[in-house]
Nanobody, 124 residues
Framework: QVQLVESGGGSVQAGGSLRLSCVASGDTVTIACMAWFRQAPGKEREGVAS??????FYADSVKGRSTISQDNAKNTLYLQMNSLKPDDTAMYYCTAGARTNYFTWYRPDRYNYWGQGTQVTVSS
């Protein structure tokens, strides 16, 4: 089992930045890929970015504005988000999976473990 705990969400104005963090604990050696998803009220959960080893993947909606990274020594996943827009408002979830998801990283069913989420609110 793997436990994931997110932090770093908050309320910012459009154009601002946030860095989300996710600390993983437990059987972390089984993790192949990690990702950030988000879900806004009334919308489906969508993939934001994923990292599998040295490979990173981004949704078109955040590409160029966000950077996913990980510190293996700290078992921590990050998502740096810049130039935030009101459309970025959502609950952000950290997730981890045992499979490599190079072509399906954006599918929630490809991941085994989920955090509780951290809220990001961007005002105009």
């Amino acid at each position: 089992q793997v436990q994931l705990v997110e932090s770093g969400g908050g309320s910012v104005q459009a154009g601002g930045s946030l860095r989300l963090s996710c600390v993983a604990s437990g059987d972390t050696v089984t993790i192949a890929c990690m990702a950030w998803f988000r879900q806004a009220p009334g919308k489906e959960r969508e993939g934001v970015a994923s990292i599998c080893g040295s490979l990173t993947f981004y949704a078109d909606s955040v590409k160029g504005r966000s950077t996913i990274s990980q510190d293996n020594a700290k078992n921590t996943l990050y998502l740096q988000m810049n130039s935030l827009k009101p459309d970025d408002t959502a609950m952000y979830y950290c997730t981890a999976g045992a499979r490599t998801n190079y072509f399906t990283w954006y599918r929630p069913d490809r991941y085994n473990y989920w955090g509780q989420g951290t809220q990001v609110t961007v005002s105009s």
